[in-house]
């Protein structure tokens, strides 16, 4: 079992940043595929960027392209999500999420297996 922790969460002005990190306890984390999702309120949790077991595959969801980075270290067994840029647009609370049955990164919710409790993310105007 993996339990994951989300940190970094806070209020920041638009144009600020925020760097999120993601604690992973057990032994599997660097098997593991791992995701970062937002649930904004009255939204569906929807993906912002997901990375692959090795870090070498990164993907983004087109909104967050250019402003937002994913990243892990397997030796920490950490997960982060530099976000720059902010945008009012952007405030939700943050998961992150780690799937036992894939490698690669997947953009689904239904892909994941283990979620954290989330940290909220407020952008002011």
């Known amino acids: 079992q993996v339990q994951l922790v989300e940190t970094g969460g806070g209020l920041v002005q638009a144009g600020g940043s925020l760097r999120l990190s993601c604690a992973a306890s057990g032994r599997t984390f660097s098997n593991n595929a791992m995701g970062w999702f937002r649930q904004a309120p009255g939204k569906e949790r929807a993906c912002v960027a997901a990375i692959s077991l090795n870090g070498g595959s990164r993907y983004y969801t087109d909104s967050v392209k250019g402003r937002f980075t994913i990243s892990r270290d397997n030796a920490k067994n950490t997960v982060y999500l530099q976000m720059n840029s902010l945008k009012p647009e952007d405030t939700a609370v943050y998961y992150c999420?780690?799937?036992?049955?894939?490698?690669?990164?997947?953009?689904?919710?239904?892909?994941?297996?283990?979620w954290g409790q989330g940290t909220q993310v407020t952008v002011s105007s």
């Open positions: 999420a780690a799937s036992n049955r894939l490698a690669y990164p997947s953009l689904s919710v239904g892909a994941y297996d283990y």
